[in-house]
């Protein structure tokens, strides 16, 4: 009774500035309904016009289409948000989302930062004390670590042994990373890590990590309150990715073994408990299925793009659970409540062109007719009519699907995507229907290196089916 009049009584006075765009927009108002929270979003002047802006119930212009001007403009978001009554601000994912600056500024304007608190991000935004936080609580890693001089660079990678990866302490997504296959090559790839980190995340940091050739990509979903309650809500694999960017992505990982799927998720609460985590997390780590070993990578410490496919085999509303916890409401759920059901398979459909390594590709949605099967999701902020802009990352919507196992779960995304049909710009949906239709992908033999191997053999055979 207690928990239910606490909870009545933040929601009622809870008014969420939203700070983002895209699909993930639509998502955070659409949950704000359901819990009768009243939502303010924040765009650019290319977002007038976004089904997120016919949602929300009142829409600010933070200010021009690049994202320094609004998006990323901490001071035009903040202004927005006490302007407008709001008491906190979801920041979605990407953009202001793992800024611990910006959590700082929302405490001392007294707003509430959906997300971990600033010093739970400042742990993790270098992902050095993120391997150090690993260790000292027993989950494995791979072997690594950094270097000041080109002799020590030298030495330590003669002891992880080639190839190893050259990555950047900060930041994501690709940049400031670079594979070396020997000697040879590695001081060059330390030094232009370094300046791609500094330029892209304005630390140049890097350190080496021993290179897994055959490794799928796992990662597991916390969730935490500011009562101490912590669960994970299982695995999601994400090991079809093209230059370090997911593509598809699943729920559970059936390539893992029972006892290995159990450290996994033992290891994701570790890290949890650790940081005392507040809000949704994403514990990621590779699998080397040659070794069966799992190593630790980083903890992502906001909602993550695929988090629909963890709600469909949890039955759980992550953002709905984000945001009470953030409001300082207990769970809802225990680790006892989390059962997994089936399987589900979501595929990110993006205006890129496959023929050309997936270059972007805005323009006018001339025609935008989804499929439908049993089962299905499509979260998007797209319409006919829409003119999808150049500035921002190509995603247009992710299409979910679930079913009691595996291989019915990709027939069912067969028929979905067979069945969607957009006009006026290119997009990924080709490719998908290739990935999902090749043997690896349908075997579960996939690791995080063969689509970038395998993106010219499926474009080309997609050509020579429709010539």
């Known amino acids: 009774m207690s928990t ?21 927009a639509v998502r955070l108002i659409e949950a704000c309904d359901r ?3 009243e939502t ?15 949602r929300a119930g009142r829409t600010v212009v933070l200010g021009g289409p690049q994202p320094s001007d609004s998006y990323l403009n901490i001071d035009a978001v903040l202004q927005a948000a006490l302007a407008t009554g709001c008491t906190a601000i979801h920041p979605g994912y990407g953009f202001l989302s793992e800024n611990a600056a910006f959590a700082r500024r929302c405490a001392e304007e007294g707003l509430v930062f959906i997300g971990p608190s600033p010093e739970a991000l400042d742990a993790l935004g270098d992902k050095l004390t993120a391997r150090r936080l690993a260790e000292s609580v027993g989950v494995p890693v791979s072997a690594g670590g950094t270097a000041e001089s080109v ?42 890590a370094s300046s791609e980190a500094a330029s892209s995340f304005g630390n140049g940091l890097v350190f080496l990590e021993r290179f897994v050739t055959d490794a799928k ?49 033992a290891s994701a609460l570790r890290i949890a408990e650790a940081l005392d ?9 590779l699998y080397d299925v040659d070794r069966d070993e799992l190593a630790f990578l980083e903890v992502n410490p906001r909602l993550q793009v695929e988090h629909p496919v963890t709600e469909a085999v949890t039955g759980v509303d992550l953002v709905r659970q984000q945001v009470l916890a953030a409001l300082g409401v207990p769970l809802e759920i225990t680790q006892a409540d989390v059962q997994l059901t089936g399987h589900a398979v979501e595929c ?40 999808f802009p150049p500035y921002y990352d190509a995603l247009m919507g992710k299409q979910i699907v679930w079913a009691p196992d595996r291989a019915t ?41 063969w689509l970038n191997h395998e993106i010219d053999n499926l474009t080309s055979t997609r050509e020579d089916v429709h010539a």
């Open 348 to 387: 990110r459909i993006t205006a890129q062109d496959p023929a050309r390594g997936l270059a972007p590709s805005p323009g006018r949605v001339t025609r935008w007719s989804p499929g439908a099967a049993g089962d299905s999701r499509l979260d998007s902020h797209l319409y006919e009519g829409y003119l």
């Open 151 to 192: 002799e020590e660079v030298r030495a330590l990678a003669e002891r992880i042994g080639y190839p190893v990866l050259v990555k950047a302490a900060y930041g994501g997504g690709g940049r400031g990373m670079k594979l070396v296959e020997s000697a040879a090559d590695l001081q060059d790839a330390w030094q232009l």
């Open 4 to 24: 239910r009049t606490t909870t009545t009584g933040t929601l009622g006075s809870a008014r969420i500035f939203i700070a983002n765009r895209g699909e993930i």
């Open 35 to 37: 819990l009768g929270i």
């Open 409 to 449: 779960a990709i027939q069912r995304m067969e028929h979905v995507l067979e069945h969607f049909t957009v006009e006026g710009i290119t997009t990924s949906l080709p490719l998908l229907q290739c990935i999902l239709a090749h043997p690896d992908y349908r075997g579960n033999s996939v690791t995080t290196h």
């Open 277 to 285: 985590y507040v809000g949704l997390g994403t514990v990621e780590f």
């Open 217 to 265: 990509h796992v990662e597991v979903q916390i969730l935490g309150d500011r009562h101490g309650n912590r669960v994970q809500l299982g695995e999601r694999e994400c090991s079809v990715q093209y230059r370090y960017q997911k593509v598809v992505e699943e729920a559970p990982c059936a390539a893992l073994p029972q006892s290995t799927r159990e450290l996994l998720h």
């Open 40 to 54: 303010v979003l924040g765009v650019s002047t290319a977002d007038r016009d976004t089904l997120g802006t016919r």
